[in-house]
């Protein structure tokens, strides 16, 4: 059984920074694909960004491209999401995910099949 908790969530102004952790624990996280998605208030929940499990490979939404980063330390068994130049529209529940098979990292929401109970970002503006 896979648990994962997110942290790191809270409020910050625009253009600030907040870095995200999500702690996996129970399995074999160093050979899975991580994620990390959001819900906004009255819209669907949606990709934010992807991280093989050998962390070479990334990807993002076009939405965060270039302000978001994703990374993991195997060894800690924890993925973050460092954000940058946070706008107001980023605010969202943040969710991290665990893709339970191997397989090459994808950008789809279906693949992932472990979550977090994720965690609050507000940015004011």
Do not use: H
Not at 96 to 122: H, I, M, S
């Amino acid at each position: 059984q896979v648990q994962l908790v997110e942290s790191g969530g809270g409020l910050v102004q625009a253009g600030g920074s907040l870095r995200l952790s999500c702690a996996a624990s129970g399995r074999t996280f160093s050979s899975r694909n991580m994620g990390w998605f959001r819900q906004a208030p009255g819209k669907e929940r949606e990709f934010v960004a992807a991280i093989s499990w050998s962390g070479r490979s990334t990807y993002y939404a076009d939405s965060v491209k270039g302000r978001f980063t994703i990374s993991r330390d195997n060894a800690k068994n924890t993925v973050y999401l460092q954000m940058n130049s946070l706008k107001p529209e980023d605010t969202a529940v943040y969710y991290c995910a665990l893709d339970d098979l191997v397989r090459p990292v994808a950008a789809t929401e279906r693949l992932f099949n472990y979550w977090g109970k994720g965690t609050q970002v507000t940015v004011s503006s």
